[in-house]
C-alpha cells in the first residue's frame, strides 16, 4: 500500500495532471519510497490496460451507412426548413402595430442560414476529427517511446551490444537497419556511451542507443523518415523542438532522412547538449 | 463523423449492448446536430459530445437502472489491494480486462473509460458529468481501486 500522504499524488502523476514541480517532488518520493512506486507502476499498468484493451467495439459497416444516410437526410431537411409560409412584413406590422424596424427575429434570419449552419458544422467536424487523430497518434508514439525508455533502465540487459566505444557500436547495427549514422566521439565530455540495441517502432526496424550523463541515463531513439512511423507522428504534431512529457525530457529533430527522439529523466540542458553532439556528428 | 467510432465505443460499455448502443449514438448526433448552436465556440467539443451521449443514455430506462444502483458515498467497495494484480495485467488477457470492466457499476466504468481510454483531463471529465472534479478525482480513486479487485479476484478465482 502506498503512504497515504502520497496517495493523492499517485493518481494525479499517473494521469499527468501533476505541476511540474509537483511531478518532480512526487519522482522524489518514487525513488525514495518502493511502495508507492510499486503502486505507481501498478496504476500505469492498469491504465495502459485499458487503453489497450478497451477499444472494444466497432460500428459495424451498415450502421455507418446509416448514420452517413442519416446526416445527409438532416442537412437536406435543413436545406429545405424554409418551406413553411410566413407572413408579409405589412402583415406583421398590421398585427403588432410594430414599425419595420422592430420585426420579430425569426423572419429576419435568412433562407440561406441552415445551409451556412451545415456547412460550418461539417467544417468545424473535420477540423476537431483531424486535430483529435493527429493529438491521439502523436500522445500514443509518446506513450510507447516513454515505455520503451522505462523499460529498458528497468530491465537486467538493457543494451544488446555494450560497449563505450561507437566504433563497436555503431558496426553492430550493419545489416539490421536499412540505415546507418554517425556517432559522436565522447571522450573529454561528461556523456558515456553505454551501449545500444535494435527496436521496433510501428513494425519498423529502429536503434535505440543509451547514454549515460551522471546518474541519468539518455535513450536515444533512431529511425528512417517514414509517414507511418511514430518518429514521424511526434515529428510532425510540435516539430522540431524539446518539452516535458511526463516528467522526461523529450528533444528530436530530424536530419538527412532520420528522425531523432531523445527521452531522459535529466535536465533539458544535458540532453539538449548530447542533442547538439549527435546533430554534429552526423553533419558530413 | 468526428468521434463516431469512440462514441461508438463509449455507448456499447455503457449500454451493453450492440442495438441500443447504435440508437444511442444516432439520438446523440441528432441532438449533437439540433443543439449545435447551443454549442459555445471555445469550450470543448468532445466533453459536449459525451456529455450529450451521456445525458441521452440517462434518460433511458437502463440508464436510469444503472446509475441508480450507485450513491457517491458508496456502498460498493470492493476489498482495497496491494499489487497482487500486478502480475495479472502484466500477462493480462484482453478478456480479462473486458470481464472486470463489464462488472464494475457504470459510473465506475465511465469516468475509468474516459480517464484512461479517451485520456480526457479531469476538467473535461468533470463537464462531461457535470460533476466538480473533486468528485472525479475521488470517484477515479474508487473506481481503480474497484477494478483492482476485481482483477484480484479473477487471478484468484481463475475467471481469467
Known sequence: ?284 | MPLFARLFNFACWLTQDRGEAEELVQDTFMKALKGFRSFEQGTNFRAWIYRILRNTFLTTRAGLKVYDSLDEDGAYEPESTQTPELLLLARSSRETLHLALEQLPAKFREVILLCDLEEMSYQEIAETLAIPTGTVMSRLWRARRAMRGLLKDMGHGGAA
Open chain 1, 1 to 284: 500500500m502506498s503512504c497515504d500522504r502520497w496517495q493523492k499524488h499517485l493518481q494525479a502523476y499517473t494521469d499527468d495532471s501533476c505541476t511540474p514541480e509537483a511531478a518532480a517532488e512526487f519522482e522524489a518520493h518514487l525513488r525514495e519510497c518502493p511502495a508507492c512506486a510499486v503502486e505507481a507502476l501498478a496504476l500505469e499498468r492498469l491504465k495502459r490496460a485499458t487503453r489497450t484493451h478497451a477499444m472494444r467495439y466497432s460500428p459495424s459497416a451498415d450502421f455507418q451507412d446509416r448514420m452517413a444516410e442519416m446526416l445527409r437526410g438532416a442537412n437536406a431537411a435543413a436545406d429545405l426548413e424554409p418551406a413553411v409560409e410566413r407572413p408579409t412584413a405589412k402583415e406583421i406590422i398590421r398585427n403588432t402595430g410594430k414599425r419595420k424596424g422592430t420585426l420579430n427575429w425569426p423572419w429576419m434570419i435568412p433562407q440561406w442560414a441552415p445551409t451556412l449552419a451545415g456547412v460550418a458544422l461539417v467544417v468545424l467536424t473535420a477540423v476537431m476529427a483531424g486535430i483529435w487523430t493527429q493529438h491521439e497518434a502523436h500522445r500514443e508514439a509518446m506513450a510507447e517511446l516513454v515505455d520503451m525508455h522505462v523499460a529498458t533502465l528497468a530491465s537486467v540487459n538493457p543494451v544488446d551490444v555494450v560497449s563505450t566505444d561507437r566504433h563497436t557500436v555503431k558496426p553492430w547495427f550493419a545489416g539490421k537497419l536499412p540505415f546507418t549514422f554517425n556517432l559522436p566521439e565522447m571522450q573529454n565530455s561528461a556523456y558515456r556511451l553505454i551501449g545500444g540495441k535494435l527496436v521496433y517502432l510501428d513494425g519498423r526496424p529502429a536503434a535505440q542507443l543509451v547514454y549515460a550523463v551522471g546518474k541519468h541515463d539518455i535513450s536515444v531513439f533512431i529511425s528512417e523518415e517514414h509517414p507511418a512511423s511514430s518518429f514521424s507522428k511526434i515529428l510532425s504534431v510540435t516539430g522540431e523542438s524539446s518539452r516535458r512529457e511526463k516528467g522526461f525530457t523529450v528533444e528530436r529533430w530530424r536530419d538527412a532522412g532520420l528522425s531523432y527522439v531523445m527521452i531522459s529523466d535529466t535536465n533539458s540542458s544535458d540532453v539538449q547538449t548530447l542533442a547538439e553532439m549527435l546533430r554534429n556528428a552526423a553533419r558530413p
